[in-house]
């Protein structure tokens, strides 16, 4: 991917912040790189593309997003392999995936170019933040929101896409107590489950902070029907690996279609283990962990990639999980999954694109 073809403004800092973050120590979420890619939606058409220092918005007090929740984002990762080079995980499959979740909010597209391009030329500007320790990785995200300082409901007709990045650690230092939710639900069928939108987010606020009051670190969303079926933990979708399988919800308009989820699903075909996606029923995984037939419950996302569950509430009992061993399928998906996005293996499914 070359950004020559984009007509795109390119301003530097005049400093680098770089200097102020303790790489040895990265916290998730609160360092941010010193560039961002800037464009904005006018008339029909992207335009203004730039990379600009990373600084704060100006917006009018009208601006319709922070009214109506008309935003979208998606979670990637940037790393370095060992010659030095910046590597993207699968970046296409975000960028496929965000312009599904405009289209199921009434915003206009991202085009490849503009996404890949503003994108790659913003990784070579601030390779230097993409860390290098175990761990650790440039987390990138690209976001849309509607800019029409107007306040009817209706669709937008200006948007600005933004992408910016930062230096990120574990996003949790412990295996995650989770607790089955029995009563409050991330999304419906029908709705926009499917979507990565900032209102699926907002709307999970309060029931994961019960959740935290009563000692659990995050939430098992279960359907909006009946509550008998897992979809997602939290920000993660979530996988168990049982009676020799992996097993996963299957995708659906409430059930976000992730690209670690599918990352994971491929390589457990890569190494011939069977695997389920469909339905999962709550009872099935507590009688699993029970008779000692599940090895391990798990959450993926760009975020955490993978996180072994330590505990499991359900209906006032917690169950603890086995112990996660070197053997295991977790740590064994894991570390594969960090030696290619890394470049530490060969890459078999071409999934790595050098910035």
């Known amino acids: 991917m070359t950004t020559d073809t984009l007509d795109m403004e390119i301003q530097r800092v005049e400093a680098s912040r770089i200097h102020e973050v303790d790489f040895d120590n990265l916290v998730f979420g609160r360092h941010y790189s010193d560039h961002m890619f800037v464009a904005d939606y006018i008339d029909g058409e992207w335009t203004n593309l730039q990379i600009v220092p990373y600084a704060n918005l100006s917006l009018s007090p009208a601006t319709a997003s922070l009214h109506y929740g008309q935003a979208i984002f998606e979670g990637m990762k940037a790393y370095k392999n060992d010659a030095n080079e910046v590597l993207m995980f699968r970046p296409l499959d975000n960028w496929a995936r965000f312009n599904k979740s405009a289209a199921r909010m009434c ?182 962990l029970k008779e000692g037939r599940l090895e391990a419950a798990f959450g993926a996302g760009t975020a955490v990639v993978v996180s072994p569950f330590g505990v499991i509430g359900f209906e006032g009992t917690d169950y603890e999980l086995p112990a996660v061993t070197d053997e295991s399928f977790v740590t064994r998906v894991k570390n594969f999954l960090t030696d290619i996005r890394t470049g530490k293996v060969e890459d078999p499914f071409g999934w790595v694109v050098k910035a």
Not at 149 to 175: D, H, L, M, N, Q
Not at 274 to 282: D, G, L, M, S
Request: hydrophobic share 40%; glycine share 8%.
């Open 107 to 288: 915003m206009p597209e991202v085009p490849e170019d503009i996404f890949m391009g503003g994108l790659t030329e913003l990784l070579r500007i601030d390779a230097a933040w993409i860390p290098t320790t175990p761990d650790a990785s440039l987390y990138v995200r690209p976001y849309m929101f509607s800019t029409d300082a107007y306040i009817g409901v209706r669709p937008s007709e200006t948007y600005k896409f933004i992408i910016f990045t930062g230096p990120v650690g574990k996003y949790y230092s412990k295996p995650p107590r989770v607790k089955v939710e029995q009563h409050y639900i991330r999304a419906a069928e029908g709705g926009v489950g499917a979507a990565k939108c900032a209102g699926n987010y907002g709307g999970s606020l309060y029931p994961a902070k019960l959740a935290q009051q009563q000692g659990y670190d995050q939430i098992i969303w279960t359907d909006a029907r009946d509550h008998a079926f897992v979809e997602e933990s939290g920000t993660m979708n979530v996988m168990f690996f049982m009676d020799g399988k992996l097993v996963t919800p299957a995708t659906s308009d409430t059930i976000l279609n992730g690209v670690t989820r599918n990352t994971i699903v491929d390589i457990a075909h890569y190494w011939g283990i069977p695997v389920e996606e469909r339905k999962v029923a709550v009872k099935e995984v507590i009688d699993a």
